[in-house]
């Protein structure tokens, strides 16, 4: 069965400081993946999107970057975080039928 | 885009009673629809899905009906138990080319009074 990773579960970072948050898929190959963010008592914001290694499609200009590395890795970062980038960030992968099953979470809070 | 509404934004209700959530859409070339349910702290738990060929799908005690002419959908919970307590999001996906996108709803936070 497929499994999906995130983390970490939770950060606490200061404005200005850089991000890196990983996600990983187990179980299936060349999925498409997903980057969101909730804000708190919000809806999911689609950031970012990949249909394969190195190829990402970015849905919101932002402070925001997205990498795909190995297939079933997705990494979301930033060089220089703000206050407004605190969220719920959430990986979800889908598949050929369009299910998508997101992640736990890595909860963002930028101090 | 496709732009989707959902109505009620809370639903309180008590233990055993049903509880029905309504999703609209703008685009008619939407052919995949999907409910979420996320409870706090969590990702979002795919709990069942429509998709334009069917008009209805029941999972034990949840439902879900299209009306592809009027473009709307609703999730339906029966007999309602304390652990249905969570935010509940409606979406939909349009066909290719578009299908890499989910549009969601604002979501739904429903409230099971024991």
């Known amino acids: 069965s497929q499994t999906i990773h995130q983390w970490p579960a939770t950060l606490v970072q200061p404005v200005g400081s850089p991000l890196s948050l990983e996600c990983t898929v187990e179980g299936t190959s060349n999925p498409n993946l997903y980057w969101y963010r909730q804000a708190a008592g919000r809806g999911l914001q689609l950031l970012f999107y990949s249909v394969g290694i190195g190829q990402i499609s970015s849905e919101v200009p932002q402070n925001l970057s997205a990498s795909r590395p190995q297939d079933r890795q997705f990494i979301l970062s930033s060089k220089k975080l703000l206050l407004s980038d605190s969220g719920f960030y959430l990986c979800a992968w889908r598949t050929s039928s369009y299910e998508q099953y997101f992640g736990p979470g890595t909860r963002l809070t930028v101090t | 885009g496709e732009n989707v509404e959902q109505h009620p934004s809370t639903l309180s209700v008590q233990e055993g009673d049903s509880a029905v959530i309504k999703c609209t859409y703008s685009d008619s070339a939407s052919n995949y629809f999907p409910w979420y349910k996320q409870e706090l702290g969590k990702g979002p738990q795919l709990i069942i899905d429509?998709?334009?060929?069917?008009g209805e799908k029941k999972d034990q005690r949840i439902a879900v009906t299209l009306n592809k002419t009027a473009k709307h959908f609703s999730l339906h919970i029966t007999e309602t138990q304390p652990e249905d307590s969570a935010v509940y999001f409606c979406a939909a996906q349009k066909g290719p080319p578009m299908d890499y996108k989910l549009s969601f709803g604002a979501g739904t936070t429903v409230t099971v009074r024991a």
């Open positions: 429509i998709r334009s060929n069917v």
